[in-house]
C-alpha cells in the first residue's frame, strides 16, 4: 500500500490531483441524483446501490433507470445500457498494457473502466503517469459515485416524490453533458439529429424504450459520411 502510494505521489502533479479532485466531487453529486431519483421511480434502496457496485457505468445506470421509469421493460432497459457500453471495447484495447497482466489486476482494472480513467490514462504519454491517473481516477470515481448514490438513494427514500423537486431533470441533463462535446464534429451531429428525428417519429407508435434503440440507426449516417472520408480524403 505504502508503495501505490508512493508511486502515485512521484506521477501524479498538483494540477491533475486538483482536476481529479474536482472530478469526484462531481461523481458524488451526480451519485446523489442518481440514488435519489431512483428511488423515486419506486425501486428498493438495494438496488441502485447493488447496481452501482457491480454494474458501475454511469450512463448505462442512468439510461437503464431512466427507460424503467418511463415504462420501458427491463430487458429492453438492459440491451440499450449494453449498447451504452460497447465503447468499452477500444477503451480496453486503448489501455490494456496499463491495467497490468495478472488476472486480479485485469479484473479490477477492467471494472474500473469508465469515460473519465480512460480520458485521463491518455492524456498524456509518459506510461507512469498514465498507469497512475489511469488507478487513481478509476479507484476514486467509484468511490465517490457509490458514495453519492447511497446517499441520494437514503435521501429519496426520506423525501419520497423527488420527482417534485425537478431531481429528475438530471437524467437528460447529465446524458445531454456526456454527448456534447461530440457534436462538434459535424457528421456526428447530423447521425445524432437524424436518431433524435427518428426517436421521436416512433414514440406514439412503439412500446417506451424501443424508439431510443431505433435512434442507433442515426449511426448508420455517421459510418456512411467516415466510409466516404476515407475514400475519398
Known amino acids: 500500500m505504502r508503495s501505490f502510494y508512493r508511486t502515485l505521489r512521484a506521477n501524479l502533479d498538483a494540477t491533475t490531483v486538483r482536476d481529479i479532485s474536482l472530478l469526484l466531487a462531481a461523481a458524488v453529486l451526480d451519485g446523489i441524483s442518481f440514488g435519489a431519483v431512483a428511488v423515486g421511480y419506486g425501486l428498493p434502496v438495494w438496488v441502485p446501490v447493488v447496481m452501482t457496485l457491480l454494474v458501475f457505468a454511469g450512463g448505462s445506470q442512468l439510461l437503464l433507470v431512466g427507460l424503467v421509469g418511463a415504462g420501458a421493460s427491463p430487458a429492453m432497459a438492459v440491451a440499450a445500457g449494453l449498447l451504452v457500453n460497447l465503447r468499452h471495447l477500444p477503451f480496453g484495447l486503448a489501455v490494456s498494457d496499463l491495467i497490468g497482466k495478472r488476472l486480479a489486476a485485469r479484473l479490477v482494472?477492467?471494472?474500473?473502466?469508465?469515460?473519465?480513467?480512460?480520458?485521463?490514462?491518455?492524456?498524456?504519454?509518459?506510461?507512469?503517469?498514465?498507469?497512475?491517473?489511469?488507478?487513481?481516477?478509476?479507484?476514486?470515481?467509484?468511490?465517490?459515485?457509490t458514495l453519492g448514490v447511497v446517499i441520494g438513494a437514503l435521501a429519496g427514500r426520506a423525501v419520497g416524490d423527488v420527482r417534485a423537486f425537478g431531481v429528475d431533470a438530471a437524467f437528460p441533463a447529465v446524458l445531454f453533458?456526456?454527448?456534447?462535446?461530440?457534436?462538434?464534429?459535424?457528421?456526428?451531429?447530423?447521425?445524432?439529429?437524424?436518431?433524435?428525428?427518428?426517436?421521436?417519429?416512433?414514440?406514439?407508435?412503439?412500446?417506451?424504450?424501443?424508439?431510443?434503440?431505433?435512434?442507433?440507426?442515426?449511426?448508420?449516417?455517421?459510418?456512411?459520411?467516415?466510409?466516404?472520408?476515407?475514400?475519398?480524403?
Open 109 to 145: 482494472g477492467t471494472h474500473l473502466m469508465v469515460d473519465e480513467s480512460v480520458a485521463f490514462a491518455l492524456a498524456t504519454e509518459d506510461r507512469n503517469k498514465a498507469r497512475a491517473s489511469y488507478w487513481t481516477v478509476g479507484v476514486g470515481m467509484f468511490f465517490a459515485w
Open 177 to 233: 453533458a456526456l454527448v456534447l462535446p461530440a457534436l462538434k464534429d459535424r457528421n456526428t451531429l447530423a447521425a445524432v439529429l437524424l436518431g433524435c428525428a427518428l426517436a421521436l417519429a416512433m414514440t406514439t407508435v412503439l412500446p417506451a424504450g424501443v424508439p431510443v434503440l431505433v435512434a442507433l440507426l442515426g449511426l448508420v449516417v455517421l459510418a456512411v459520411r467516415r466510409s466516404e472520408r476515407a475514400v475519398c480524403p
